[in-house]
């Protein structure tokens, strides 16, 4: 079975480029999650979806940050412009979504887009 | 809301020897725990998790956790460790009664001396 996909693996850009990130999901996952690991500590929530419903977007930077899921599959994270405090990894991660939001469902990690900000 | 410290973020042993990576996290209401790895080059894998029950929970490869309420705490151990378990290891909590929502601890990265 194949795991969550990201891509591009590593992304290098210049400060107020726009950039997006893409993420297919375990099949059959119906929840997935955006997070934002910066060096040296845990990864941060930014956005779960329930199918195609965006049901947390609480930590999302919404001035520049945007997120779509259309068909409740593949989802892709941009953000616009980019700033040098945006360097960091971005990780996708996927789960049944069968706990009832009740957060005993194992997520799955994708291996993250490493993006650089010059 | 909740929070998860993590008091090493580096730990390094010689192989075989036994290790434990400390974990106590803040919350108001009770929480599901996890701990999850992350090898070089990969993604977090899930190691192993307290939902309910026995509050000592084991993994496929040794480690083993125990739950503490009274210390908040959910430390990491395993009596002798390997060259491969070397990586970076997150302590996570999420809500009983909250959304799907884990959070973080700063990481503890196990180094494996030989």
């Known amino acids: 079975e194949a795991g969550v996909v990201q891509s591009p693996r590593y992304k290098i850009i210049e400060k107020k480029q726009p950039v997006a990130f893409w993420c297919n999901p375990i099949s059959g996952h119906n929840t997935l999650y955006w997070y934002l690991q910066n060096l040296g500590q845990g990864p941060e929530l930014l956005i779960r979806y329930e199918n195609e419903e965006a049901v947390d977007d609480s930590q999302l930077p919404k001035d520049r940050f945007s997120a779509e899921r259309l068909k409740g599959v593949d989802s892709t994270l941009k953000i616009q412009p980019a700033e040098l405090g945006d360097s960091a990894v971005y990780l996708c991660a996927s789960s049944e979504g069968t706990s009832g939001g009740h957060g005993t469902d194992t997520q799955y990690f994708g291996p993250g887009t490493r993006l650089t900000v010059l | 809301a909740q929070s998860v410290t993590q008091l090493d973020s580096q730990v390094p042993v010689f192989e075989e020897a036994p290790v434990e990576l400390r974990c106590n996290y803040s919350s108001s209401v009770s929480v599901y725990l996890f701990w999850y790895v992350q090898y070089p080059n990969q993604g977090l894998q899930l190691l192993l998790k307290y939902l309910s029950g026995s509050t000592l929970v084991e993994s496929i490869n040794g480690f083993e956790a125990e739950f503490n309420k009274s210390q908040t705490s959910f430390h990491l151990r395993k009596p002798s460790v390997h060259i491969s378990d070397t990586a970076e290891y997150f302590c996570?909590?999420?809500?009983?009664?909250?959304?799907?929502?884990?959070?973080f601890g700063q990481g503890t990265r196990l180094t494996i001396n030989p």
């Open positions: 996570a909590v999420s809500e009983i009664q909250g959304a799907q929502k884990l959070v």
